[in-house]
């Protein structure tokens, strides 16, 4: 008999309390795990890439291609018992026990699995607590960074038959982990005990698509993916979606789609992968009930790359389906068709825009680089000019790049994409970009509320209408759309500034307490923020903590060196009267 030995991902799993559950009632025990597997732990493992190697009569040996797909397979598993178990009488409950380990195996020519890592998975297993998760160092080691439960190190312990200890991690399933410090490039995670209200209709997350082509340079083709499907799925009236930068915080992280779901405040979330292979690409997606962890639709797609528009679609189509046939077959789904030549100019766009929404000078840089290149190589492509356009003004603006200097090619390519295609929603985003820092309010939001008619889930667009608001003085109208563009993408990056302007917004209406809170809030999310600081500088001044007021313009000093009120005249967009506002605190703090 022939043997292949290999390195793989083991998951061992097996019921608690087996043998008195079934002593107790083996009928009903049989009946209730026959219905387990086929409801929630087949599937499960199924959607998880995962191939059962061996049941017994309480448990499962189960291979998987990575530890990250048994971790994500674990949890679900887990957080689908406890969900099950809920009203159960402890002495009727089933509780499964999980280990996962990644060793060194043999598969045998039959498929059957031996070796020290099988042993070593069924140990952990047999030392897991009910409904808990226990990973060996080596399967820890490959989805630390990623996990957003709670963990527990168990340290160097001594299992059955094996010879040398072996440090164990325990997985608190339903624990979040403790809130990791943030750095100036990184924005700090909302906290997850703040839970959101549904909104009043279809609400879905849709995660990164993970990348399985082995190679990391494919990243961007699988976050591209994932970023059509969600602008798709915001340019459907009657549903709630969350946005990009929001959902791409999880990007390779093993995640609770339950946890998630509380953290975004939605009903539904989208996940799958996608493996490009010359000229063919295989993406695969689930749509899971956020609520009850339930599968709602599921499928695989095989394509030629030239039809990856129309996947897209295809794709879109089936999950809206899946959440509200009824509004489906009403409104019906408009399918968009592109030339082929457009697919070459997707993939420039799409691998400049994995590197723009990392949001650091560097990155940024890179992509308004290759963006300049997409505009040159392929003039008649409308995203390539909108989103070129967006990257100068965003950089422009937080100091990446010098100020003013790109405004004039900015405003030329805003031009281009709108002209191009009249309904791309980004290009009526920079032009209104444009007419904001020129202080034109009016023009600013016209263009604004054109980007938000096209997408109505456009969340950037929401904040950047308030931030024009809130710049003129209209602040109760202002706070309205920046909550709005907050609840949209609670986990945004970009959040750093619609909360700033929820600062700017309470100062001008007299609120400094307000303000003072905002602005903190603001500068903790993301410390770059320049604008953050010079508002809390202004709030805490009028306020009348004038020591905290000058003790922030001393940290403002060392952000901003060349701060001055000579320089926020001619560079902070404010209209006349709060700009004479906002100057007075600034006195008042003691800049000059």
């Not at 059509?228 to 930068?245: E, G, P, Q």
């Not at 302007?501 to 100062?507: D, N, T």
Request: with cysteine; proline share 4%.
């Amino acid at each position: 008999m022939s043997e292949t030995r290999k390195i793989a991902a083991i998951l061992a799993a097996d019921v608690v309390g087996y043998s008195r559950l079934t002593g107790a009632d083996e009928d009903r025990t049989l009946a209730r795990l026959r219905a387990l597997r086929s409801d929630l732990i087949d599937p499960t493992i199924a959607v998880h890439h995962g191939r059962v190697v061996k049941r017994t009569g309480d448990g499962a040996l189960v291979e998987f291609r990575s530890v990250v797909d048994a971790v994500r397979c674990a949890i679900e598993v887990q957080n689908g018992m406890a969900e099950r178990n809920a009203g159960v009488p402890a002495e009727r409950r089933i509780d499964f026990r999980i280990g996962i380990h990644l060793g060194d195996i043999v598969e045998e020519s039959d498929g059957d699995l031996m070796g020290d890592g099988i042993n070593i998975a069924a140990r952990l297993e047999g030392i897991a607590k009910p409904g808990a998760i226990c990973l060996s160092e080596d399967a820890y080691r490959q989805v630390k960074a990623r996990l957003s439960l709670a963990v527990s190190d168990l340290g160097a312990t001594q299992l059955k038959n094996i010879a040398e200890p072996i440090r164990v991690y325990s997985l608190e399933v339903g624990a979040a982990a403790q809130a990791k410090p943030t750095t100036q490039n990184e924005p700090a995670e909302l906290d997850p005990s703040a839970l959101l209200a549904l909104p009043d209709k279809p609400s879905i997350a849709v995660l990164p698509f993970a990348n399985m082509s082995g190679d990391p340079e494919q990243e961007y083709f699988s976050d591209g993916i994932t970023e059509d499907i969600i602008t798709a799925l915001s340019r459907l009236r009657w549903f709630f979606v969350i946005a990009r930068n929001s959902t791409f915080v999880y990007k390779g992280k093993a995640v609770d789609v339950k946890h998630v779901g509380r953290e975004l405040g939605v009903r539904y979330v989208l996940e799958g992968s996608v493996r490009k292979g010359g000229q063919r690409v295989r993406i695969s997606g689930q749509l899971i009930d956020a609520l009850t962890g339930n599968h709602i639709w599921a499928e695989r797609f095989d394509r030629e790359l030239t039809d990856i528009f129309a996947l897209q679609d295809e794709i879109t189509t089936s999950v809206t389906a899946a959440i509200e046939p009824k509004l489906l077959a009403a409104e019906g789904m408009r399918a968009e068709t592109r030339p082929l030549a457009d697919l070459n100019a997707w993939d420039t766009v799409a691998r400049a825009l994995s590197h723009f929404w990392k949001l650091t000078a560097a990155e940024s840089e890179t992509a308004v680089t290759m963006l300049k290149q997409a505009v040159q190589q392929f003039p008649r492509y409308p995203p390539a000019h909108s989103m070129f356009a967006f990257a100068l003004l965003v950089s422009g603006h937080v100091g990446w790049r010098p100020t003013g200097k790109d405004a004039e090619l900015a405003a030329k390519h805003s031009r281009i994409a709108s002209e191009l295609d009249d309904s791309d929603p980004w290009a009526h985003l920079a032009l209104g970009y444009l007419a904001f820092v020129g202080r034109k309010t009016d023009e600013a939001v016209g263009c604004f509320r054109t980007a938000l008619n096209l997408n109505p889930n456009f969340a950037a667009a929401h904040g950047f209408v308030g931030w024009a608001l809130a710049f003129d003085g209209r602040s109760d109208e202002a706070i309205g759309h920046l909550q709005q563009a907050i609840r949209m993408s609670p986990r945004d990056p970009l959040n750093g500034f619609f909360l700033a302007g929820l600062s700017a917004s309470h100062y001008l209406a007299g609120r400094y307490t307000e303000a003072v809170e905002w602005a903190r809030q603001a500068a903790q999310i993301r410390g770059g923020i320049l604008g953050a600081h010079r508002i809390l500088c202004a709030s805490l001044a009028q306020a009348g903590l004038i020591e905290e007021a000058k003790a922030a313009m001393n940290n403002l000093r060392q952000l901003q060196p060349g701060i001055s009120i000579d320089w926020i005249t001619q560079s902070v967009p404010y209209t006349p009267e709060p700009m004479a506002h906002f100057l007075e605190g600034m006195r008042k703090a003691g800049l000059q």
